[in-house]
T-cell receptor, first 115, second 112 residues
């Protein structure tokens, strides 16, 4: 069973460009979570999605950031007009059910560098 | 809101030494508790978890016990190896399962 897949693994953008990060959850998992890890820091929750629905976006910046998880295809985290402060590792996780006891399985991350 | 506090690193140990990484939490309700490990350039891997008070999670020689009375979930290993060098994250999951709340992480360096 393939794990959580993320691409690209590394992404370089210039200020003002758009960044699109993709996440394919584990087979059978319909719950997807996005986290951001700034340098030398822990992971911070951004958004939680279930197929076609955003369940909790309390960690998402109000502007420039959006996320979707369509019926078909991967989940997408989109950052418009990137700034240097967006440079970070972005991790996606998935789980088969929505309960506090459920393990979240993480992908390898996308490391975004904004020049 | 919910929060997790871990001991600051880096922690540097010699091979075969005893390891303790402290983790305490603040949460409403009854969270589940997790330890994740991150190797350089990789994502997080679940190391162990406990879902209720007094549960002990264990894996690969690592152990942690869910202590509700002290709101703690300290990670221990009796004899560390060089291959255990990594960053260790303590985390909690709220009752609703909406998200994990992570500590800042503790860097472990094991010397041969």
């Amino acid at each position: 069973n393939a794990g959580v897949m993320q691409n690209p693994r590394h992404l370089v953008r210039r200020r003002g460009q758009e960044a699109r990060l993709r996440c394919s959850p584990m087979k059978g998992h319909s719950h997807v979570y996005w986290y951001r890890q700034l340098p030398e820091e822990g992971l911070k929750f951004m958004v939680y999605l279930q197929k076609e629905n955003i369940i909790d976006e309390s960690g998402m910046p109000k502007e420039r950031f959006s996320a979707e998880f369509p019926k078909e295809g991967p989940s997408i985290l989109r950052i418009q007009q990137v700034v240097r402060g967006d440079s970070a590792a972005y991790f996606c996780a998935s789980s088969p059910r929505r309960t506090g006891q459920e393990t979240q399985y993480f992908g390898p991350g996308t490391r975004l560098l904004v020049l | 809101g919910d929060s997790v506090t871990q001991m600051e690193g880096p922690v540097t140990l010699s091979e075969e030494a005893f390891l303790t990484i402290n983790c305490t939490y603040t949460a409403t309700g009854y969270p589940s508790l997790f330890w994740y490990v991150q190797y350089p350039g990789e994502g997080l891997q679940l190391l162990l978890k406990a879902t209720k008070a007094d549960d002990k999670g264990s894996n690969k020689g690592f152990e942690a016990t869910y202590r509700k009375e002290t709101t703690s979930f300290h990670l221990e290993k009796g004899s560390v190896q060089v291959s255990d060098s990594a960053v260790y994250f303590c985390a909690l999951s709220d009752d609703g399962g909406n998200k994990l709340v992570f500590g800042a992480g503790t860097i472990l360096r094991v010397k041969s």
